[in-house]
């Protein structure tokens, strides 16, 4: 439980992840973006056209890990994030989510998604060196 409360703490800190697709091959490919987060499921809100590569990419192999990570170059503070889950199209509530994290996107046309996470991983050398710390569904 302390676990999970940390992570949430992590992720409601930041506001981009890496995103990382694959075909049904596997040659992979990423991409950056805003999110905002559904504590409650553990899903990362994003918006993305179908028309992008990586778009086209997680419908034909929904399937996708990503990463959250703080920039530092001193060692005791390095912080970051991997996940893997499914990506789906977004559900009720996923749109007053993302809003509420980036309200000037209401004048945009927005295409959102949402990163359903079966595995966190945070490490945290704030906690001890290469400390970390495991969500899964």
Not at 45 to 68: C, E, K, L, P, W
Not at 112 to 136: A, M, P, V, Y
Request: hydrophobic share 40%.
């Amino acid at each position: 439980m302390e676990n999970d409360k940390k992570i949430d703490q992590f992720i409601s800190k930041h506001h981009v992840l890496t995103l990382a697709t694959a075909t049904v091959d596997g040659s992979p490919y990423c991409c950056n973006a805003f999110y905002a987060y559904s504590k409650n499921d553990k899903a990362f809100i994003f918006t993305t056209d179908t028309s992008t590569h990586h778009g086209q990419m997680m419908q034909v192999n929904n399937r996708v890990a990503a990463s959250v990570v703080l920039e530092t170059r001193i060692v005791g503070k390095v912080q970051g994030l991997q996940i893997t889950g499914i990506v789906k199209p977004a559900i009720e509530g996923d749109k007053a989510t993302y809003l509420k994290r980036f309200p000037y996107a209401a004048v945009a046309e927005l295409n959102l998604w949402r990163l359903e996470s079966d595995f966190l991983k945070l490490t945290d050398n704030t906690l001890g060196f290469g400390k970390k710390l495991i969500w899964q569904r």
